[in-house]
């Protein structure tokens, strides 16, 4: 009976050595959030999972939030939202972004209905190159991003947030 129970725990063990650690390690990791610079849609302290598989089969898209390593300081992880892609030019003017593309060689003013209100920040204009993403914090006051150290090369972004749980979030509608 005895030898019986330890090879059973040795089998549960190695499946799942088997098993969870690829998934861990090459599907989905999971994050904490830290700092207020994607307020107010994601807080101090929110559980993010992200999904590290899908960009080695397609690129990433505007308005996706990311993980990634930020050029100026590869220890650590940052959560931001991407807003221009690959070879587009970006004009913050006025509190406002506008995209230059070849589909609107023109440009048209970015659409951003997921943030709560008005948001000032400063001008600025940059072209990036076919493997840069320039992103920014939804809380543009207190956000450290692309304005202020360029934009974020592709081999730097680990994956996009497809989970999300906040404490926060679920206490304010538990309160209402």
Same mark, same amino acid.
């Given at each position: 009976?005895?030898?019986?129970?330890?090879?059973?725990?040795?089998?549960?063990?190695?499946?799942?050595?088997?098993?969870?650690?690829?998934?861990?390690?090459?599907? #989905?990791?999971?994050?904490?959030?830290? /700092?207020?610079?994607?307020?107010? @849609?994601?807080? *101090?302290?929110? =559980?993010?999972?992200? +999904?590290?598989?899908?960009?080695?089969?397609?690129?990433?898209?505007?308005?996706?939030?990311?993980?990634?390593?930020?050029?100026?300081?590869?220890?650590?992880?940052?959560?931001?939202?991407?807003?221009?892609?690959?070879?587009?030019?970006?004009?913050?003017?006025?509190?406002?972004?506008?995209? #230059?593309?070849?589909?609107?060689?023109? /440009?048209?003013?970015?659409?951003? @209905?997921?943030? *709560?209100?008005? =948001?000032?920040?400063? +001008?600025?204009?940059?072209?990036?190159?076919?493997?840069?993403?320039?992103?920014?914090?939804?809380?543009?006051?207190?956000?450290?991003?692309?304005?202020?150290?360029?934009?974020?090369?592709?081999?730097?972004?680990?994956?996009?947030?497809?989970?999300?749980?906040?404490?926060?979030?679920?206490?304010?509608?538990?309160?209402?």
């Amino acid at each position: 009976m005895k030898k019986e129970s330890i090879f059973n725990f040795i089998e549960t063990f190695l499946v799942l050595i088997l098993v969870i650690l690829p998934v861990r390690f090459f599907l #989905f990791e999971p994050f904490l959030v830290k /700092g207020q610079s994607m307020e107010p @849609n994601f807080y *101090n302290y929110d =559980y993010l999972i992200i +999904d590290k598989l899908s960009y080695f089969f397609r690129n990433p898209e505007r308005g996706e939030v990311i993980v990634f390593r930020p050029p100026v300081d590869k220890k650590v992880y940052y959560i931001k939202r991407i807003i221009g892609l690959p070879g587009e030019r970006i004009e913050i003017k006025d509190s406002k972004i506008k995209i #230059f593309n070849k589909e609107n060689p023109g /440009g048209f003013v970015l659409d951003e @209905n997921y943030l *709560n209100g008005h =948001y000032t920040f400063g +001008d600025l204009d940059i072209t990036l190159s076919n493997d840069e993403y320039f992103v920014l914090g939804d809380n543009r006051e207190v956000s450290y991003d692309s304005r202020k150290w360029g934009p974020v090369k592709k081999r730097d972004i680990s994956g996009r947030v497809v989970f999300h749980f906040s404490l926060i979030k679920l206490s304010q509608a538990l309160s209402r």
